[in-house]
């Protein structure tokens, strides 16, 4: 081991009363022990392996995001009372939760055992709730060591006993700690050095928010509400946030953490159950309550859930385009204006269809001769499906007519086959009536323009 002496100098002559003060003899003091290099350091201690490092987190969001119910379930996790098959911990913990809406929390929990998530009696024995309050921070060193006394627990492995704290909840900071002024980064800074170096050494989770700016923000972009140093100070920041699709997630790996995982966020799933509750008359009632599962994501798992969703968009939204097509070709086709020197688009147009402006391009792009081109500025790859099983393909970009693809009726096939394919998920107008057959009118085939 190789240990540095206390720097001491000897003061000149024309040295300054108060520089000679500070440098009298060296003392013992907790900045003036060294810690000796081990061969194998010590893993990151943890409270949720992969997910939450021991010590002071802060878990943010804009109100109304679900919090609540978040924390709870990442706490049962914790208790060992809510078994996850892709959560695993050391050992279960004794959670003390301190709650603004303590009411809140036992229907939450209620709800958990009742749809056979958490186990009751593991929850009831290492579930405590507290109906919080304001305190100073230096108030709370008495107030931690406490809940030490009370829940900590002694662990024997490998001849190694040590000792294993409770986890402690504070939900929210707003409504238990006593700040001044949020936004005063020293007060902020002073009162979690007290947490971390007087409260008996108790792993912490502190709820916050974030600002109101961030309420439709990304995630990568919310920061707690106040001062800067909350951030700072802590060791570890989880955002809840929402995604485009309205899923919330608990950031994991984006915000600051000082460990290595392969969990990029968890999925909160969101669940609703009725509780039995009673009112103030002790009178039963049956309250609806939610409650969320918890799904860790890898960076992967995200990016497929991704691709799912964008393509579950895009068919959702091809569909809302063939049901207003489904709508508008029936009376066009029967009063024999299917199709007249226009396209199918423009027909779209003149009916005023709610197209998305981002549905169309600005340019023509040649495809196959089996496909459609871009047309008048109109982007016809989002009809595409439709018009090809419709029969028809667009001609040159300077040519006003529609093209026939099939020497047969190819209207009446392709929308029988249209029928089939969206008929379930679609309310599909039926097949008209064929109109009788004109002697005047000839067969078309493929490639005969049809005219006035």
Same mark, same amino acid.
């Given at each position: ?78 208790a060992g009372a809510y078994k996850h098959a892709n959560l695993s911990i050391m050992q279960p913990r004794h959670i003390v939760y ?69 986890w402690v909840v504070i939900d929210t900071a707003a409504a238990t700690l006593h700040i001044e002024n949020e936004n005063d980064n ?106 969320? @599962?918890? !799904? #860790? *994501? ?9 691709? +799912?969703?964008? %393509? ?118 039926? @097949?008209? !009536? #064929? *109109? ?9 085939? +493929?490639?005969? %323009?049809?005219?006035?």
């Open positions: 081991m190789i240990t540095l002496a206390p720097i001491t100098s000897i003061a000149s002559d024309d040295a300054d009363v108060n520089s000679v003060e500070l440098r009298s003899p060296s003392v013992e003091h907790r900045l003036t022990m060294y810690r000796e290099l081990p061969v194998h350091p010590e893993a990151p201690k943890m409270i949720l392996p992969r997910v939450i490092q021991y010590g002071a987190t802060v878990l943010a969001s804009y109100p109304g995001t679900g919090k609540t119910t978040a924390v709870t379930s990442l706490a049962l996790v914790v301190l709650s603004e809406h303590p009411e809140q929390v036992e229907q939450i929990l209620s709800a958990l055992i009742a749809e056979g998530v958490v186990d009751n009696a593991v929850a009831r024995e290492r579930f405590h709730l507290v109906d919080t309050c304001r305190v100073q921070p230096l108030d709370l060193p008495p107030i931690a060591r406490r809940w030490a006394d009370d829940w900590t627990e002694s662990l024997t492995r490998n001849g190694v006993t040590v000792d294993w704290p409770p020293a007060e902020w800074s002073a009162a979690i050095s007290v947490w971390k170096q007087q409260c008996a050494g108790l792993p912490l989770l502190m709820v916050a928010h974030t600002s109101k700016a961030h309420k439709h923000g990304k995630a990568e972009d919310m920061t707690v509400r106040g001062a800067s140093s909350i951030e700072g100070d802590v060791t570890q920041v989880i955002v809840l946030a929402k995604d485009e699709t309205g899923d919330r997630y608990l950031e994991i790996a984006g915000p600051k953490h000082r460990f290595e995982t392969d969990i990029s966020a968890i999925r909160l799933a969101s669940y609703l159950a009725t509780v039995n509750t009673v009112n103030e008359f002790g009178e039963p009632v049956l309250t609806p309550t939610r409650y969320v @599962e918890l !799904e #860790p *994501l890898t960076q992967d798992d995200r990016q497929e859930r991704r691709k +799912e969703q964008q %393509e579950a968009e895009a068919i959702a939204r091809k569909l809302q385009v063939a049901e207003e097509l489904s709508k508008i070709i029936p009376s066009l086709w029967a009063s024999k204006q299917l199709p007249i020197q226009t396209t199918l688009i423009d027909q779209c147009k003149s009916a005023r269809l709610n197209f998305r402006k981002s549905d169309y391009a600005t340019t023509f792009t040649d495809l196959s001769d089996d496909t459609l081109v871009h047309y008048d500025k109109y982007d016809l790859a989002l009809l595409k499906p439709y018009l090809v099983e419709l029969g028809f393909k667009s001609p040159p970009k300077n040519c006003a007519g529609i093209y026939l693809l099939r020497d047969t009726n190819p209207l009446a096939e392709a929308w029988e086959r249209l029928q089939s394919d969206i008929g379930d998920d679609l309310n599909v107008p039926k @097949e008209p !009536e #064929p *109109l009788e057959r004109r002697e005047d009118e000839v067969t078309l085939s +493929e490639g005969h %323009e049809i005219g006035n």
